[in-house]
């Protein structure tokens, strides 16, 4: 076997390409608060302003000293990082401080569970496994019940209490004619007739249970990219390739709250049952669990940006009670304070059954993801049937600890800055927008959570910046020019590439605010006169 030369790039070399086409490919060597620093050529440190944030998991900044100070203080301690199986009081302590955070915000006293993992598409796979489970446990309810109704039932027949009810045994009959198969006998009182009505019954109900759970979502949302996690992204092209590999998604528009309802109607199923009644056996129909949660961002962050509007929120809310599944809200993204709340679901009333948070839980150092079930949907005997080596790890909680700590702190402070901070860069993205209407398509967000829309280029005169269009990388190219020209750093979100995002931690300063706006002026002016050779460097 040859063994490749170290010149041969191995990690992921198709996105190290990629960084290098659009000259962003530095190495960088340090970082704090907004600011991250790669070395020039003559060794020279250079400063990158940062909003990109880590794709939103930098709420504090990069390397915040006191949670780089707690994890010194917890590496220096001797305590084990990996002790599965024992008593984890970090982990419980996280747990508390979430729920203490839920009951103010949610005006609610009901406790969540909380179960750790190690990134958003695992915290988001342990709700998909939870909601399923809980959903195969009624399952198995109903099932349950259901034989008990049919051995009642043969005990009446048996004692001719009753007879198979004139309706019931036309079911039997139908079924037999549609199978093929003879037609039972006609005998009311016979026990041969009850026993074929039972198999209609079972077999109705085995082809119903064999049906795989549905999940609903949203257009445009983003959930990760794992196996489960990924039939939740609506981006067709991370999607599609998978689409064979679990139970899939129903996708609902985004802004049309009259197609929920009228989904969950159309979806609805049913199973079979007995009843004895006046001496009569009778076939009862009883609803089906086929839907296992509506899981859904209330702003979606790979989707370009995009506030759910409460009415939205309501319809989703009403539907999910009206079947009995829980409710999902992905917090990965929009949680941890970066919409001026910790919980942007908060912020237009929705209560969720399960909450996911990842991204800044780890205070921008540890990998950490929890997701939060509420009491009366938790089901306690998910924690034999899930588990994960290094979820709920020591370290990763007491970093989390912390920074819950430091986003809690002065009354939440954190909160009002990401507010006052968002404020004033939807205001200069909205003059931008006013001066360059004919670059800058839409401005959206709310809090740090931001995004700035260009319009599509894919009709431009300039052939280089056409092509990128067509490729899909004209986002890219943007902040490739950012970075170049101004050493700003952001990128599009992930799911509508023409759209930038910036999620900056809430430590941003006045001169870091003026600086973006050089740089995003610079550009839309570039974009104006279609300078392909500014844009692409050449
Ligand atoms: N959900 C949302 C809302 C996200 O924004 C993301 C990441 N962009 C994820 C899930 C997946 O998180 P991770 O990349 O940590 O798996």
Redesign the pocket.
């Known amino acids: 076997m040859n063994s490749p030369s170290p010149e041969v790039e191995l990690a992921e070399p198709q996105m190290l390409g990629f960084l290098e086409f659009l000259g962003i490919d530095v190495e960088y060597v340090r970082a704090e608060g907004n600011t991250l620093f790669f070395r020039d050529g003559s060794g020279q440190e250079i400063p990158v302003l940062d909003y990109a944030g880590g794709?939103?998991a930098l709420i504090l900044g990069h390397n915040h000293p006191e949670i780089v100070a707690a994890a010194r203080e917890f590496l220096d301690s001797g305590r084990p990082v990996l002790a599965q199986a024992s008593r984890q009081t970090a982990a419980s302590e996280v747990a508390a401080a979430l729920n203490r955070i839920l009951r103010r915000e949610f005006a609610d006293s009901e406790p969540y569970y909380a179960v750790f993992s190690n990134?958003?598409?695992?915290s988001?796979e342990v709700a998909l496994k939870h909601a399923e489970f809980d959903r195969v446990l009624k399952v198995r309810a109903l099932e349950a019940e259901v034989a008990v109704h049919i051995a009642e039932a043969r005990e009446a027949v048996a004692a001719k209490r009753a007879t198979v009810a004139a309706g019931a045994l036309r079911s039997v009959t139908l079924e037999a004619d549609a199978r093929g198969t003879d037609t039972p006998g006609t005998d009311a009182r016979s026990l041969d007739v009850f026993e074929d009505l039972v198999a209609v019954v079972l077999r109705r109900n085995a082809e119903q249970a064999a049906r795989p759970p549905v999940f609903l979502t949203l257009e445009g949302g983003?959930?990760?990219?794992?196996a489960g996690?990924v039939q939740l992204t609506h981006n067709a092209a991370f999607r599609l390739p998978f689409a064979g590999m679990a139970a899939q998604a129903r996708f609902l528009p985004f802004d049309q709250p009259q197609a929920v309802a009228k989904l969950t109607e159309e979806e609805r199923a049913t199973v079979l049952d007995v009843v004895v009644e006046d001496g009569e056996v009778r076939l009862v129909e009883r609803p089906f669990p086929v839907f296992a949660a509506f899981v859904l961002?209330v702003v979606q962050?790979?989707g370009g940006i995009h506030l759910v509007s409460p009415e939205m929120a309501r319809a989703v809310r009403r539907a999910s009670d009206s079947v009995g599944c829980p409710v999902v809200v992905?917090e990965?993204?929009?949680g941890m304070g970066r919409t001026g709340a910790f919980f942007a679901s908060s912020l237009i009333g929705l209560r969720a059954d399960y909450y996911?948070l990842?991204?800044g839980l780890g205070g921008g150092i540890a990998k950490a993801?929890v997701t939060l079930v509420r009491e009366s949907r938790y089901r306690k005997d998910f924690e034999l049937v899930h588990s994960s080596t290094f979820a709920k790890d020591t370290f990763s909680n007491t970093l989390a600890l912390k920074t819950l700590e430091l986003l809690e702190a002065g009354d939440g402070e954190a909160y009002r800055l990401a507010g006052k901070w968002g404020e004033r860069l939807l205001s200069l993205f909205e003059s931008l927008r006013a001066e360059f209407p004919d670059v800058v398509k839409d401005v959206r967000g709310r809090g740090l959570m931001l995004g700035l829309e260009f319009h599509d280029q894919s009709g431009s005169a300039a052939t280089g910046i056409r092509d990128a269009a067509a490729a899909g990388i004209f986002g890219y190219a943007l902040s490739g020019y950012l970075f170049r020209v101004h050493r700003v750093r952001t990128f599009p979100t992930?799911s509508a590439v023409d759209t930038l995002r910036f999620e900056p931690s809430v430590l941003l300063t006045d001169a870091e605010v003026d600086r973006l706006e050089a740089a995003l002026r610079e550009l839309c002016a570039v974009l104006r006169e279609q300078n392909e050779q500014a844009l692409f460097g050449v």
Do not use: N
């Open positions: 794709y939103g990134s958003g598409a695992e988001v983003f959930h990760g990219k794992l996690s961002e962050g790979e992905d990965i993204q929009s996911t990842a991204k993801a992930a």
